[in-house]
């Protein structure tokens, strides 16, 4: 513990990350909320070699532990499981992009010098409340127009999937390919809620939620915690840039259903903080909550032009093996979406990534850049993350 | 009856009430007739939250200024114009019985 009380000097340079740890996202995880936040807080700091103590900050990204978990006081009861006192340490609510809204947090912690090391845990427990009471809290975070609609989340996911299939020349069953391919890169990935292959005759055949989309459409929620040691020093994994931005809170306020500019914001804003363009991007997490999302992202980051992204699904340029390999380790779809735990997993699947750490059956190949965007709501609020490897 | 909100300074228009305006900050709104509107895109949710009808059909359509995501009537698709009907009930929730606007086909 170096800097607890924030006297630090601004850093010069990027701060790194030194350990990652997760559990296994699942649809129920017997283990109460708290165990699993410390199991993922203890992988991490195993793998950088640190103990509790030598922490500054901690911050605990989690949307929702009050109406799932009855859970108050998150971040307090965290560390003192941890065995930890004396430093700074907060929870970070946006939704369901606590996780790299925590890791925002900290990476503002550390650049400022507030803190040398700084622990993210993001989780949630979703299985200790019944479907319907789940559906009810994430629906309640739609504006009050929208709540009395009946509006879910689905539902505009599927507005925007009836909206592209209008618009561009993509058909029901290119978007089928998204889902395909992420529960193929799940099944290389023993942290992903499925292993399971699904064939497009698959996703097409699964019951409508939100027409035209279908339930291999619509990412798992479940339970999971994802945790990173964020550090001031100069080895490890260079975060290059993290940045935010909200978008409207009424997603019919936007200028059209296909756009989210609180993605474009965020990814432009990072993209300039790390000093770096779309085509230097090797590998990307994109947060495919619903299939179509995957799309929509995608061209709001420039990965793709507006309306082109589908044809990237379609001729293989966004599978593992791909020039543009996109959610290696299953993305939402497949790894799973225990809301504050996702932000981080999919960072922790770049480091594995940059680290050459992901197994043979999952590595994308020579990648140095690799970007995240986590999104709260549909599009309320996007998070942004860049980092570089030891090479780039 | 449902209202499109414009910015008294800077003529912003939206269906969703907001303390400040996105455009300007001003806070200070007239209430205008929303007049016709263009369904853009339509889907039939399944699966709903308790107290909304399900299947609930949901149109997201563009008014002049503004858009607009609410219930619609059978038999509309996007590209037709489209009124607001008030009147209608939406759900059961939070404050009891919500009753508002869904859209309907503008000759109805």
């Given amino acids: 513990m170096t800097q607890s009380t924030g ?26 909320l708290l165990e699993l936040l410390t199991t993922a807080a203890d992988r991490a700091l195993d793998d950088a070699d640190v103990i509790p103590t030598n922490i500054d900050s901690l911050h605990v990204g989690n949307a929702a532990a009050e109406a799932f978990n009855r859970r108050s006081g998150l971040a307090n009861a965290l560390s003192s499981e941890l065995g930890i006192t004396d430093i700074t340490a907060r929870r970070i609510e946006n939704t369901s992009a606590s996780g790299a809204s925590a890791f925002l947090d900290a990476f503002d912690a550390i ?18 409340a019944d479907t319907a009471t789940s559906t009810e809290i994430i629906s309640r975070i739609t504006h009050d127009a929208e709540y009395e609609q009946g509006v879910t989340l689905p539902s505009f996911a599927g507005l925007a999937a009836d909206r ?26 023993p942290y992903a809620h499925f292993d399971k292959e699904v064939t497009v005759d698959d996703v097409l055949e699964s019951p409508v939620v939100a027409d035209p989309l279908r339930l291999y459409d619509c990412c798992p929620t479940g339970d999971g915690a994802a945790a990173v040691l964020l550090t001031a020093g100069d080895d490890g994994v260079e975060v290059a840039a993290c940045e935010g931005a909200v978008g409207t809170h009424a997603v ?13 914001e965020a990814g432009n804003s990072a993209y300039a903080a790390a000093d770096v363009t779309p085509a ?51 993305g939402l779809k497949a790894r799973g979406h225990p809301l504050g735990g996702t932000g981080i997993s999919q960072i922790i699947e770049l480091v594995w990534q940059l680290r050459g750490d992901a197994p043979n059956n999952r590595a994308v190949g020579d990648v140095n850049c690799g970007l995240a965007v986590n999104v709260a709501g549909f599009g309320n609020n996007s998070v942004c993350t860049v980092l570089k490897g030891e090479t780039a | 009856m449902t209202k499109v909100l414009e910015c008294s300074n ?54 002049e200024g503004a858009n607009l995501v609410a219930q619609i009537r059978k038999g509309l698709n996007p590209g037709d114009n489209v009124k607001l009907d008030d009147s209608n009930i939406l759900r ?16 109805d």
């Avoid at chain 1, 592209?164 to 990935?189: G, I, P, S, T």
């Avoid at chain 2, 300007?24 to 205008?32: A, I, R, T």
């Avoid at chain 2, 404050?95 to 000759?107: E, I, L, M, R, S």
Wanted: proline share 5%.
């Fill in chain 1, 7 to 32: 006297s630090g000097e601004p850093l010069d340079r990027s701060p790194t990350i030194t350990g990652v740890g997760m559990t296994v996202f699942t649809n129920k995880d017997e283990r109460p």
């Fill in chain 1, 111 to 128: 650049r400022s010098g507030r803190s040398q090391a700084a622990l993210i845990i993001g989780g949630e427990k979703m299985s200790a």
């Fill in chain 2, 10 to 63: 800077c003529g912003y228009r939206t269906f969703y009430k907001k303390k400040h305006c996105l455009e300007c900050g001003g806070q200070e709104w007239n209430k205008q007739e929303p007049g016709v509107g263009e369904l853009l895109a339509i889907t039939t949710v399944h699966v709903s939250p308790e107290g909304v009808r399900e299947p609930n059909r949901l149109g997201i359509a563009r008014f």
């Fill in chain 1, 164 to 189: 592209y299939f209008r618009m561009y020349d993509a058909d029901r069953e290119d978007l089928a390919h998204v889902a395909v391919k992420n529960h193929d890169n799940a099944r290389q990935n």
């Fill in chain 1, 280 to 330: 230097d991007i090797d590998v990307a997490c994109i947060h495919d909550a619903f299939s179509i999302l995957e799309w929509l992202e995608v061209e709001e980051l420039g990965l793709a032009e507006r309306g082109k992204a589908w044809q990237l699904t379609v001729d293989g340029t966004t599978n593992r093996d791909g020039s543009l390999p996109i959610n290696p380790g299953g």
């Fill in chain 1, 252 to 264: 019919a306020d936007r200028s059209d259903p296909l756009k989210i500019e609180s993605v474009r």
């Fill in chain 2, 92 to 107: 059961e929730g939070d404050n009891g019985t919500h009753v508002g606007a869904q859209f309907a086909p503008v000759d």
